[in-house]
């Protein structure tokens, strides 16, 4: 079925933008290859010249919760106002480095499955996978380019080699106070065998638990509560490396 709004879409990137990168962005936005097919027929035979404006800034249909939640995700991540678009080259495939186009400071931003987003420092990348087949539940890397994968199996190599652990899954709690009560009590449970310190911290609207472990094995642990996500961050100390990292998760469901 021809789609206009997926047709005007088409026509202001036809030409900037690979046929099947357009075809997954808009496969992950609910458009069936049939209807991108269809629509894709009336906007080549239409076609006319883009006009000039950010690729970013140009809205697929009229806004709505889901085109608003990206255009808040770009604007939050002020200088990687690409981003949304970059992504259209990252592949889909379990283990896969997922990474999209860095900026002038070599900074790059890595989208999640749920489009969650991220800022990684130069020369870093996020390997990703799922622990489900309904991919509700994703687990990223973030590592130096060029990691060898089977330190991802050893924890205790994460802090010297700068590896820092994301695991993405629906989340059980509420994300206020109530919530965050909860998981802190569940986070000191899972940790009751362990010498830890416990704190509530914020990372831009979301509340979070942040864990230090300091023996047997010191690491240290953030929980972050998205509207519907948690979002666990592990890693080998708290260092400027996890600070930049963790403290630049953008939750779209969470943006005011």
């Known amino acids: 079925m021809v789609r206009p709004e997926v047709v ?16 997954r962005q808009l496969f992950s936005e609910g458009i069936s290859d049939d209807d ?3 629509s894709l027929a009336v906007a ?10 950010s690729a970013a800034t140009v809205p697929l249909r009229k806004p709505g919760p889901d085109r ?25 495939s379990p283990g896969a480095a997922k990474t999209a186009a860095s900026d002038s400071s070599g900074e790059s931003g890595f989208v999640g499955h749920a489009g969650w ?3 990684l420092p ?11 087949p309904a991919k509700t539940d994703e687990v990223v890397y973030f590592c130096p380019h ?8 050893d924890k205790d190599l994460f802090g010297q080699e700068g590896i820092i652990r994301l695991e993405v899954a629906p989340s059980d ?15 000191s449970h899972k940790l009751r065998l362990t010498q830890f310190r416990l704190k509530n911290i914020q990372i831009d609207t979301m509340p979070a638990v942040q864990a230090d472990i300091l023996a047997p094995a010191p690491h240290i642990e953030t929980y972050a509560l998205g509207q519907s996500q948690l979002y666990f961050f592990y890693g080998g100390q708290e260092d400027q490396l996890w600070r930049s990292i963790v403290l630049s998760l953008r939750d779209a469901h969470s943006e005011n």
């Open 8 to 23: 005007d879409y088409l026509r202001a990137h036809l030409g900037r933008f690979d046929e099947d990168d357009l075809r």
């Open 122 to 132: 130069a020369g870093y990348t996020g390997v990703s996978s799922f622990k489900d």
């Open 44 to 53: 080549k035979a239409n076609a006319k010249p883009a006009p000039p404006t």
């Open 173 to 187: 709690f509420p994300p206020n106070a109530a919530g965050v009560a909860q998981l802190s009590a569940v986070v």
């Open 68 to 92: 608003k939640k990206a255009l808040k995700l770009a604007a939050a991540l002020g200088g990687l106002l690409v981003i949304a678009l970059a992504a259209l080259k990252l592949m889909d």
């Open 146 to 153: 060029g990691t060898d994968p089977t330190d991802f199996i």
């Open 36 to 38: 991108f097919e269809d």
């Open 117 to 119: 987003v991220v800022r």
